[in-house]
């Protein structure tokens, strides 16, 4: 256990394989180019996985051979690119030929940018795969959340919203009428969670003239399991100090998820 982290670690291990029991799509230029209940997940890195999708489940002719090999510990793999009416996405695809895991052969691994939607059965999903082994839960609390950056106070509340993500360290969601806003600017940065959703906006502290660009965000508009945070405002205890019924919260690796 990383003796850094005050927070549950992820299962999955890099190269670990599980069956995706979701039908999973995707689209370009607005045409369906594959639809499975086939997929299977391939954890490439902890943190969350990437679908591995049989060929025979991608549109006929979606797939372009570009002539050209490569392998890594997974096993040996033809690069393919996307083609469907006019849209074109080199590069993109890659068909596995051979494998040490036999249920990868045969299997198509897309880039997530190299479609224009993926949706698990008709939820659209965003930024990568939902991982089967993640938790999210939001959870009201009385405990009292303190923030300051460099001495000066930020926010001080008795009723926050605790976001314990699984692998990830908890985020203290703050009531925006708890914020001393003289210190805090709006941002126009926008970020994207798949377990979350999209961020409405970020806030940059002022401290002593100085700017500290993206310190806060905001989701106004949760995916529904989370919807408790919506309207309230987090902190990156990355990036200030954050304290909870006066103990300091550690900093955590610096690995900045929302």
């Known amino acids: 256990m990383d003796e850094r982290a005050d927070f549950p670690p992820t299962l999955a291990k890099t190269d670990d394989v599980a069956p995706v029991p ?28 990437q679908y591995y999708v049989p060929v025979a489940d991608m549109r006929p002719v979606v797939l372009v051979d570009e002539q050209k090999d490569l392998s890594n510990r997974r096993g040996s793999m033809r690069v393919h690119g996307l083609r469907i009416g006019d849209a ?11 494998s040490p895991i036999t249920a ?74 708890d ?10 940065s926008v970020s994207e969670c798949p377990y979350k959703g999209t961020t409405t906006g970020y806030y940059s502290a002022v401290v002593d003239g100085i700017l500290h660009q993206d310190v806060a965000w905001i989701y ?24 909870v019924d006066g103990v300091a919260v550690p900093k955590p690796p610096a690995r900045h998820v929302r």
Request: hydrophobic share 40%.
């Open 104 to 177: 990868l052969i045969g299997t198509v691994r897309i880039d997530w940018a190299g479609l224009d939607g993926w949706f698990e059965e008709d939820e659209q999903v965003f930024v990568h795969p939902r991982s089967p082994y993640v938790r999210v839960d939001a959870l009201r609390s009385s405990r009292v959340v303190r923030v300051e950056l460099d001495g000066v106070p930020l926010a001080r509340t008795n009723s926050p919203v605790l976001l314990f993500e699984t692998g990830l360290p908890t985020r203290y969601y703050l009531p925006r009428t």
């Open 179 to 188: 914020l001393r806003l003289e210190n805090l600017v709006p941002s126009e």
């Open 220 to 243: 106004d508009f949760p995916s529904r399991q989370v919807l408790p945070i919506a309207g309230l405002v987090a902190f990156y205890q990355e990036k200030v100090k954050i304290s």
């Open 88 to 98: 074109y996405r080199p590069g993109v695809a890659k068909v596995m030929t051979d």
């Open 22 to 49: 979701r039908r999973i799509r995707g689209y370009l230029a607005g045409r369906l180019v594959l639809d499975t209940t086939a997929a299977l997940y391939v954890w490439e890195w902890p943190y969350y996985p």
